[in-house]
């Protein structure tokens, strides 16, 4: 990789890796482990061919989403994860009269099934239409609307206080937005 390549992948992870740690982290249902693992392999597969990239952010979200896809696949059913210290869950949640509902909408995320987690966070964190969805899962366009309105019922269940309104209307307003200021 030439020097230039090299200068503008380092930027680029120092400004997008926040955001797309978010990305991951929502991915893997909340595992900051698993989720740092999938960015790194991301990026490695993005630092290899990076002088042929156009959308440099693109590409390393596809990489993301795919690559969970087939961890889900390869993995039913996966083994808890000890650790000396446990991690703060409401560490990433700011202050404020939201923070609460921040944390009961990510423990919920974290009861959904991988597929269903996968089209609440594809639909309306990354805010991507139902067709894209369909083609990173490999599933038919009504498999991702029965499944988005399945796991919304859910959310709603497990988080009464998400109220009716709109899904991305109320997760915007906890200060998710979808697909990450672009810089």
Known sequence: MEASSHDEFREFVEMRSTALLRLAV??????????EDLLQIALMKAYGRWARIEQHEAYVRQVMYRQQVNRWRLRRHH????????PDAAGD?????DSDL????????GRLSNRQRAVVVLRYFEDLPESEVAALLG???GTV???????????RKLVPEL???RPTER????GYTPKEVQR
Do not use: M
Not at 93 to 97: C, D, E, I, R, Y
Not at 145 to 155: C, W
């Open 26 to 35: 929502l991915l893997t249902g909340g595992d900051r482990y698993a989720a």
């Open 79 to 86: 083994a808890e994860t000890t650790v000396p210290v446990l």
């Open 93 to 97: 949640a700011a202050a404020g009269p």
């Open 102 to 109: 921040r944390i009961a909408l990510w423990a919920a995320l």
């Open 139 to 141: 599933c038919p366009v």
């Open 145 to 155: 609307r029965s499944t988005a309105h399945r796991s919304l019922a859910k959310l």
């Open 163 to 165: 109220g009716p309104e």
């Open 171 to 174: 997760i915007q307003s906890l």
